[in-house]
């Protein structure tokens, strides 16, 4: 067959048949001049509807089996041809082939890329998983990978847009394979636990449809920029995505926040893991993980939910926040919390909230466990596309009140961070750990250069892409329109910082920020301030040997002297010569002026 369908010997000389006997070779050329045929079904309604502008480019597909003279028959082969004068240069991204009988997608009744006769894009569940072939290339033409799968409809607001998202299943249901094999993400490798991941049950083939102001790459921006933090984040690869051999667009396979993901990253048996979402909602695992969970909330209100969910101050006795700090990873939480805040999300804290952890016996004392094996309460960043918008938004506010009336900051959505907010130790760690990221992965040129990267990537994609889906409430209009809306992104990053710590001073009722400059001798040891280690490698430090941030005034840091081998710590210079620290290479400080510190080391 050359549409797509699965060829059926049996059914070969029915008069709609496409199966064919093959009986001499096939002209493989160039398609483009043909009539565009699946990019004219409509697949949402007559008011988001788009149509590609031209002729779409065009591939063919091959599917092929061959039977002997008794009737047995080999497996269904599937071949992508793309032919083009300048095919090795046209695309910056890996092209993708899915391959498929159209009407698992496009058929009023079993289609579930379209309307239909159902809502058919709205349904879930096994009975709207479609099987389907997917093939990889490089830019060179290697074929990166080939395996049989299960497609289904993913997302939710972005199933009415005419490009949809796309899960990936990988199951023995249609290969002997279990999983599809590849490396997508290797920028995810070794971050959490000493492995790479190289196979997945799951995949999401994105479209990006839902990013408020169309440009593609916020979400992306999002998660890359948290690579250095242990925060769960999804890897993502754009690609060029073809179906039947059509042109489709920009895709970006992402990871699937399941119990595969955690089992594969965590090396955690997949029966040893619970994940929840939104209000306590347990998506898997067993209901005794959830009401561990709520056992925490209900620390301080056994009754929270029908109270209205209170600022309450239990978690402000020190022996009831440790009991909270066994079971939550503080720092985590702080490190998510503040990045949504940071990226002024306007789809969240309402909604987009997932958290996980590895079940473990209650009884049992956890000690030296790998990271993510304590049975701690963990968060992951989830969808971003509604963030990097307004650099003034003060999602701070917003996040932390008691009486939001909004359906991204209703009480249950801000209640954890409220009783914790109560603390004085919490709330000097979420300063902190805030300033310190202000200070590197959210510095303004880091961010910025950041999204040029991006921006570099995706814009010799952006005219095609726009030709096919342009026009509409989900898409950019045009290459120039594309171009303002990342340019937004960036005046978002050079102007995010001083809000946001305008926020946090607002919050907080803090006096103001002074600058902190440390130096020292490299070669001789380096300088940690909180949780940053100023060295080199170190995101947003360009110079270790004298670098500067911004703190809060009347919030205590802590800065230690780091020697390398061979020297030791001498003494402080930038010290009142009276301080019984000036001598300590770790010393707590709370100016509220500018400081310079320089550490001194000597040899052994």
């Known amino acids: 067959t050359l549409d797509g369908s699965e060829p059926s010997p049996w059914t070969m000389t029915a008069e709609d048949s496409s199966t064919f006997l093959y009986v001499e070779p096939l002209d493989i050329q160039d398609r483009t ?25 065009k591939g063919a597909v091959i599917r092929a089996m061959a039977m002997d003279v008794e009737g047995n028959f080999s497996n269904v082969e599937t071949r992508s041809y793309f032919v083009s004068e300048d095919i090795f240069e046209r695309y910056s991204f890996p092209i993708v082939s899915l391959v498929t009988d159209e009407r698992g997608l496009f058929d009023p009744e079993l289609g579930i890329y379209v309307p239909g006769l159902f809502t058919n ?75 790479a991941v190289e196979s997945f ?47 489709w667009g920009i895709h970006m396979f992402r990871n699937r926040y399941d119990e595969y993901y955690f089992s594969d990253y965590y090396d955690i048996p997949v029966e040893d893991i619970a994940i929840m979402e939104s209000n306590s909602t347990l998506r898997f695992g067993e209901e005794e993980d959830r009401r561990q969970y709520l056992s925490i909330l209900e620390i301080a209100d056994t009754n929270f939910t ?16 440790q009991i909270v700090t066994d079971k939550i990873d503080i720092e985590n939480y702080i490190d998510y919390y503040t990045a949504q805040i940071y990226f002024a ?18 009884l049992a004392v956890v000690t030296d466990e790998p990271y993510g094996h304590d049975g701690k309460w963990r968060w992951a960043i989830w969808d971003v596309d509604w963030g990097f918008e307004n650099p003034s938004q003060n999602t701070l506010y917003e996040a932390t009140r008691p009486d939001g009336d909004k359906w991204f900051n209703a009480p249950w959505a801000t209640f954890l961070v409220r009783l914790l907010l109560e603390n004085d130790d919490f709330q000097l760690l979420f300063i902190n750990r805030f300033a310190d990221h202000l200070n590197t992965i959210y510095r303004e040129d880091v961010i910025y250069e950041k999204t040029e990267q991006i921006e570099a990537l995706y814009a010799p994609e952006i005219g095609e892409h726009l030709q096919r889906w342009g026009g509409n409430l989900f898409q950019a209009s045009s290459f120039d329109n594309w171009q303002n809306n990342v340019n937004a992104i960036k005046t978002f990053a050079l102007e995010r910082p001083v809000n ?12 103001g920020i002074y600058e902190l400059t440390v130096q020292s001798d490299a070669s001789q040891g380096y300088i940690q301030v909180n949780s940053i280690d100023v060295l080199d ?43 019984e ?22 040899g052994d």
């Open 500 to 511: 946001q710590r305008e926020h946090i001073i607002q919050k907080f009722d803090l006096t």
């Open 33 to 57: 001049q043909e009539d565009n045929y699946l990019s004219m079904i409509p697949t949402t309604d007559d008011t988001a509807q788009v149509f590609p502008q031209e002729n779409v480019f």
């Open 201 to 247: 049950q799951t995949l999401l083939l994105r479209s990006g449809s839902g990013e408020i102001q169309n440009t593609y790459l916020r979400d992306e921006l999002a998660h890359s920029i948290l690579l250095p933090t242990q925060l769960d984040v999804q890897g993502y690869q754009p690609v060029i995505l073809f179906i039947n051999g059509e042109y």
């Open 121 to 195: 894009y709205e349904q879930r569940g096994m009975k709207w998983e479609r099987p389907a072939q997917i093939q990889m290339f490089s830019s060179s033409g290697e074929q990166e990978f080939s395996t049989a799968l299960g497609i289904r409809i993913h997302g939710q607001f972005t199933r009415r847009a005419p490009q949809k998202s796309m899960r990936l299943a990988g199951n023995t249901m249609y290969s002997t394979d279990s999983g599809i094999y590849y490396n997508f993400f290797p920028e995810l490798d070794y971050r959490v636990q000493d492995h």
């Open 345 to 362: 999300n306007e789809d969240w804290p309402g909604n987009n909230v997932l958290f996980w952890r590895k079940s473990v016996d209650p």
């Open 581 to 602: 620290d000036q001598f300590s290479p770790q010393i707590t400080i709370n100016p509220y002026s500018d400081v310079l510190l320089r550490a001194v080391f000597v």
């Open 306 to 321: 029908s109270h209205g969910y209170p600022t309450l101050d239990a978690f402000a006795d020190p022996e009831i926040y």
């Open 537 to 579: 490698h170190t995101v947003g430090v360009d110079d270790p040997e004298n670098w500067t941030g911004i703190y809060f005034q009347g919030v205590p840091i802590v800065v230690t002297a780091v020697p390398a081998d061979g020297y030791q710590f001498s003494h402080w210079k930038g010290l009142d010569e009276s301080s």
